[in-house]
């Protein structure tokens, strides 16, 4: 019974994991744009995929997504 159960946590943990897998976008910048990211990005001490990630977010909330 305890083997059992262990097999069906190891399968949700699976099913979890692969609900979290991260998607990844690849998007040209150009020269500028680069630079103004990795500023703000230096100045607030935060990734430039987290200023990006929340970047999309409000544009999609923006318009109904």
Known sequence: ?????????LRD???AHTREAKHYVNCPLDYDTKMRLQKAAFDND???TVIIKAAID???RDNGY
Do not use: C, S, T, W
Not at 1 to 9: C, I, K
């Open 13 to 15: 943990l699976k099913r």
């Open 46 to 48: 935060i990734k430039m």
């Open 58 to 60: 409000q544009f999609l």
């Open 1 to 9: 019974m305890a083997q059992e159960e262990g097999r069906y946590r």
